[in-house]
T-cell receptor, first 112, second 112 residues
Framework: AQRVTQPEKLLSVFKGAPVELKCNYS??????LFWYVQYSRQRLQLLLR??SRESIKGFTADLNKGETSFHLKKPFAQEEDSAMYYC??????????????FGEGTQLTVNP | DSGVTQTPKHLITATGQRVTLRCSPR?????VYWYQQSLDQGLQFLIQYYNGEERAKGNILERFSAQQFPDLHSELNLSSLELGDSALYFC???????????FGEGSRLTVL
């Protein structure tokens, strides 16, 4: 079974401070992993996917297969980063019924 | 703009009523997913369709049903509505069963 755990429902930091949003997953194999962001209950937008290894809006995420984690990091948080962040997992190949499984989300608040 | 269109954006109705939410996926996307987002819960996966066929079912109530039509648009039918059905309902699509999900803006349902 595939499962995503985001241990922190709420995370509050000050502007300019580093931020790390934790994500752990359970999947027997090598899944695709994603981070989605949702501003003010608008549509979810893709922030990062582990395959591309990009840095978007200063965020990075490293896949650690040994620890089955995909934590999201940013060295200097900005107020506009305040949003809900979801970690998600998808099987790496096409299977019948393949779906994206989301964690419960972490609400990040960046205080001035 | 993700290319996924959902209508209506907002809907207010009474308990016991029935509503239909509509989703047009991105051009060429075969997979359509429905998610429910309540205030006190994260994203709950409801159901997935792939090229007109149901492929996966999540926590979808028996009062809810969905289908995907030959032109690939999808409809989510919610009947015998209860107060607890008030939520944001998101539709998302992707080309097949792997890769990034593209989300619509959501349909905000309020049951009074």
């Amino acid at each position: 079974a595939q499962r995503v755990t985001q241990p922190e429902k709420l995370l509050s930091v000050f502007k300019g401070a580093p931020v790390e949003l934790k994500c752990n997953y359970s999947y027997s194999g090598s899944p695709e992993l994603f981070w989605y962001v949702q501003y003010s209950r608008q549509r979810l937008q893709l922030l990062l996917r582990h395959i591309s290894r990009e840095s978007i809006k200063g965020f990075t995420a490293d896949l650690n297969k040994g620890e089955t984690s995909f934590h999201l990091k940013k060295p200097f948080a900005q107020e506009e980063d305040s949003a809900m962040y979801y970690c998600a997992l998808s099987p790496p190949f096409e299977t019948s019924g393949s779906r994206l499984t989301f964690g419960e989300g972490t609400q990040l608040t960046v205080n001035p | 703009d993700s290319g996924v269109t959902q209508t209506p954006k907002h809907l207010i109705t009474a308990t016991g009523q029935r509503v239909t939410l509509r989703c047009s996926p991105r051009s060429g996307d075969l997979s359509v997913y429905w998610y429910q987002q309540s205030l006190d819960q994260g994203l709950q996966f409801l159901i997935q369709y792939y090229n007109g066929e149901e492929r996966a079912k999540g926590n979808i109530l028996e009062r809810f049903s969905a289908q995907q039509f030959p032109d690939l648009h999808s409809e989510l039918n919610l009947s015998s509505l209860e107060l607890g059905d008030s939520a944001l309902y998101f539709c998302a699509s992707r080309f097949r069963n792997t890769g990034e999900l593209f989300f619509g803006e959501g349909s905000r349902l309020t049951v009074l």
